[in-house]
C-alpha cells in the first residue's frame, strides 16, 4: 500500500518533537517535506525531505497528501483553509481555530471538498489521562460529582516563542493549556449545561492570561479546569470523587520529555510511566474498602497517527473527530466572555 506522503508546515518544536518522530515510525507515513522559511533544520535528522520556501510551494506539490498544520493558532484557519482547497488531507495542531465561526467553515469546506481534517488533540493519548478514563468508564467510584484537572507549572520568566507573548489572537495560557484540559473533560463526561470561568493575568511581565480557572456544570456534577504558571508545588493533575470514593493522579505522561532526549516512538517501554506515580483509587467494591495503586496505561501518540492513517486508508472515522475540536473552541470563546462579564452562562 502506498505510503501516505506528509508535510509539516513548520520545523519548530512541535514539528521536531511532536509531529516528524511519528511520521517517521509509522510505516503508513513517509515525510515528505517541511516549510522552513529560511533554514533547513530538518535534514539534519531527515535529509530525504523536500524543504519548502513558501506554503504555496508545500501546497503545489502533488505528491503531498497530508499536510500537518503546525503553525502559531492565529494561522490555524488561514493555512488549514488554504490546504484544503488544495486538495489536502490536514492535520491542525489544538486550539483548532481561533473563532467556532471559523472552525465551523473549514468542518464544512472539509465535507465539500472530501478531504479527512482533524485535529492533533494529543494528551487524549496520555498514560495519566488514559489511565482516569478507564476509571471513569469502569464505574469504581459510583456516581462523580467532583472533578479537578490541572495543569500547572512554575514560570516566571515569558516563553522564548514571542508569538505565545504577544496579545493578539488565540494567544494565553486558555487557548494553550485549556485546549488538552477542555477537550480531557468533554472526553470523560461530555457537553456541560453552563459555564463560568475566571481568566487572568497573575504574572507581573506576562501580557497574555497565565491563569484560568473554568468551570463546567452538569446536572449533579461540577469539573474544575485550572491551570497557572505561578505553582511552585503543584497538586494532583486529576482529582476525582464520587459517591462511593476517589482517585488522584499526578500528571506524568513521559512521552514529550522522551521525544525531547531524542528516543523512538513505538518501543516495548514507549510511553510507560514509572510505578511511583501510579494513582490511588479509594473506594467500595463489592462491599469492601479498597485503598490502592493503579497501574498506570500506556500512553502513545502513536495511536493518534495510526488513526490518521486508517481514515485515510480505510475510511474509518478521524482519531480525533473534527467536531469535538469545535466544541473545544466554543468552550474557550464562552469562557473569555463569562470571565470578562462575572457571569455564568449557559451552554448550549
Same mark, same amino acid.
Given at each position: 500500500?502506498?505510503?501516505?506522503?506528509?508535510?509539516?508546515?513548520?520545523?519548530?518544536?512541535?514539528?521536531?518533537?511532536?509531529h516528524?518522530?511519528?511520521?517517521?515510525?509509522?510505516?503508513?507515513?513517509?515525510?515528505?517535506?517541511?516549510?522552513?522559511?529560511?533554514?533547513?533544520?530538518?535534514?539534519?535528522?531527515?535529509?530525504?525531505?523536500?524543504?519548502?520556501?513558501s506554503?504555496?510551494?508545500?501546497?503545489?506539490?502533488?505528491?503531498?497528501?497530508?499536510?500537518?498544520?503546525?503553525?502559531?493558532?492565529?494561522?490555524?484557519?488561514?493555512?488549514?483553509?488554504?490546504?484544503?482547497?488544495?486538495?489536502?488531507?490536514?492535520?491542525?495542531?489544538?486550539?483548532?481555530?481561533?473563532?467556532?465561526?471559523?472552525?465551523?467553515?473549514?468542518?464544512?469546506?472539509?465535507?465539500?471538498?472530501?478531504?479527512?481534517?482533524?485535529?492533533?488533540?494529543?494528551?487524549r493519548?496520555?498514560?495519566?489521562?488514559?489511565?482516569?478514563?478507564?476509571?471513569?468508564?469502569?464505574?469504581?467510584?459510583?456516581?462523580?460529582?467532583?472533578?479537578?484537572?490541572?495543569?500547572?507549572?512554575?514560570?516566571?520568566e515569558l516563553?522564548?516563542?514571542?508569538?505565545?507573548?504577544?496579545?493578539?489572537?488565540?494567544?494565553?495560557?486558555?487557548?494553550?493549556?485549556?485546549?488538552?484540559?477542555?477537550?480531557?473533560?468533554?472526553?470523560?463526561?461530555?457537553?456541560?449545561?453552563?459555564?463560568? %470561568?475566571?481568566?487572568?493575568?497573575?504574572?507581573?511581565?506576562s501580557? *497574555?492570561? /497565565?491563569?484560568? !480557572? #473554568? &468551570?463546567?456544570?452538569?446536572?449533579?456534577?461540577?469539573?474544575?479546569?485550572?491551570?497557572?504558571?505561578?505553582?511552585?508545588?503543584?497538586?494532583?493533575?486529576?482529582?476525582?470523587?464520587?459517591?462511593?470514593?476517589?482517585?488522584?493522579?499526578?500528571r506524568?505522561?513521559?512521552?514529550?520529555?522522551?521525544?525531547?532526549?531524542?528516543?523512538?516512538?513505538?518501543?516495548?517501554?514507549?510511553?510507560?510511566?514509572?510505578?511511583?506515580?501510579q494513582?490511588?483509587?479509594?473506594?467500595?467494591?463489592?462491599?469492601?474498602?479498597?485503598?490502592?495503586?493503579?497501574?498506570t496505561?500506556?500512553?502513545?501518540?502513536?495511536?493518534?497517527?495510526?488513526?490518521?492513517?486508517? %481514515?485515510?486508508?480505510?475510511?474509518?472515522?478521524?482519531?480525533?473527530? *473534527?467536531? /469535538?475540536?469545535? !466544541? #473545544? &473552541?466554543?468552550?474557550?470563546?464562552?469562557?473569555?466572555?463569562?470571565?470578562?462579564?462575572?457571569?455564568?452562562?449557559?451552554y448550549?
Open positions: 500500500m502506498q505510503t501516505i506522503k506528509t508535510a509539516l508546515c513548520s520545523f519548530g518544536m512541535s514539528g521536531w518533537v511532536f516528524a518522530p511519528f511520521i517517521q515510525a509509522h510505516p503508513g507515513f513517509t515525510l515528505h517535506g517541511v516549510w522552513e522559511r529560511t533554514k533547513q533544520l530538518s535534514k539534519e535528522k531527515y535529509p530525504e525531505v523536500i524543504i519548502y520556501r506554503l504555496e510551494e508545500l501546497l503545489g506539490d502533488e505528491e503531498v497528501e497530508l499536510v500537518i498544520v503546525n503553525t502559531p493558532n492565529y494561522t490555524h484557519y488561514e493555512y488549514t483553509k488554504k490546504a484544503l482547497l488544495a486538495n489536502k488531507n490536514v492535520v491542525v495542531e489544538k486550539p483548532f481555530t481561533t473563532t467556532s465561526e471559523e472552525a465551523a467553515e473549514l468542518i464544512e469546506l472539509a465535507k465539500q471538498k472530501g478531504k479527512l481534517i482533524t485535529v492533533f488533540h494529543n494528551r493519548f496520555d498514560s495519566d489521562f488514559k489511565t482516569v478514563q478507564k476509571i471513569v468508564m469502569e464505574g469504581v467510584l459510583g456516581e462523580i460529582v467532583e472533578v479537578e484537572i490541572h495543569f500547572d507549572r512554575f514560570k516566571e516563553s522564548a516563542k514571542v508569538h505565545k507573548e504577544v496579545p493578539g489572537e488565540a494567544t494565553g495560557s486558555l487557548y494553550d493549556l485549556g485546549s488538552h484540559l477542555i477537550d480531557q473533560a468533554l472526553q470523560l463526561f461530555g457537553k456541560p449545561i453552563s459555564i463560568f %470561568a475566571d481568566v487572568r493575568i497573575v504574572r507581573p511581565i501580557k *497574555v492570561d /497565565d491563569y484560568f !480557572e #473554568v &468551570v463546567l456544570y452538569y446536572t449533579n456534577l461540577r469539573v474544575k479546569l485550572k491551570s497557572s504558571y505561578l505553582v511552585r508545588e503543584a497538586l494532583p493533575a486529576f482529582i476525582l470523587h464520587g459517591s462511593l470514593g476517589s482517585f488522584i493522579k499526578s506524568a505522561d513521559i512521552q514529550e520529555t522522551s521525544l525531547q532526549a531524542g528516543k523512538t516512538p513505538g518501543t516495548p517501554d514507549w510511553g510507560k510511566e514509572p510505578d511511583s506515580e494513582g490511588l483509587l479509594h473506594t467500595v467494591i463489592k462491599g469492601k474498602v479498597v485503598r490502592e495503586r493503579i497501574p496505561l500506556q500512553g502513545s501518540y502513536l495511536d493518534y497517527f495510526e488513526g490518521v492513517f486508517n %481514515a485515510l486508508r480505510n475510511q474509518t472515522p478521524g482519531p480525533v473527530p *473534527v467536531e /469535538d475540536a469545535l !466544541e #473545544v &473552541v466554543k468552550i474557550i470563546e464562552l469562557s473569555h466572555k463569562s470571565s470578562k462579564e462575572r457571569r455564568v452562562f449557559d448550549e
